[in-house]
């Protein structure tokens, strides 16, 4: 398929029977806070604070900016099962010279965990990134120490290939140790392939 440049101006829905993503709205911030407020530890390894409501408000607000600037897109998730919003995610670091583009600011609550709702969101991502939008290359980025996202990227086929130390800082001040994790177009066809 010929590549095709993001396409930041138009309304981006991916969904199966699981999950649906759509873009992020101001009036979700309400079923987001919860998270933040009950669920400390869904923010264990992120890089900016997110305990507090003004926290969720800088968040949403700079998802926004980051979105309007043609530097991001942010999803919120929706687990169609519950028919509730179970968390975030986004496109960044959109290379179009390159084709390649990263998956992340991924949180959901912890009722939805272990449940398939993040393999369904993910496999979403990527098919859309790598087969409908012709990009050569989807990169995860995380911190060392997060092993529950390390396993599930490994059990969705994707490879590590290295880890960057003492990449940035944690939202705690801390240095973190980032992995890096990539899907190709490459791979999905030979998966095709082996499965034929």
């Known amino acids: 398929m010929q590549f095709c ?58 998802a926004f900016f980051q979105h309007k600037e043609k530097i991001e897109y942010p999803f919120v998730v929706i687990d169609k099962i519950t028919d509730k919003i179970a968390g975030t995610t986004r496109f960044y670091l959109i290379n179009k010279a390159h084709k390649w583009l990263a998956i992340g600011y991924t949180w959901i609550g912890s009722e939805f965990q272990r449940t398939g709702l993040n393999r369904s969101m993910k496999a979403l991502m990527i098919h859309y990134s790598l087969v409908d939008l012709g990009f050569e290359r989807v990169e995860f980025r995380l911190d060392s120490e997060n092993k529950r996202s390390a396993q599930s990227l490994e059990a969705i086929g994707a490879l590590k290939e290295g880890e960057l130390r003492s990449q940035i800082y944690r939202a705690d001040g801390t240095r973190r140790n980032t992995l890096i994790y990539s899907i190709l177009k490459s791979d999905l066809t030979n998966a095709k392939q082996s499965q034929s």
């Open 5 to 62: 440049e993001f396409p930041f101006n138009e309304t981006i829905i991916l969904e199966d029977d699981r999950v649906l993503l759509r873009p992020l709205k101001a009036d979700d911030f309400n079923a987001l806070l919860k998270y933040v407020q009950n669920e400390p530890e869904l923010f264990r390894f992120a890089l900016t604070p997110m305990r507090t409501e003004e926290d969720l408000k800088k968040y949403i607000s700079h």
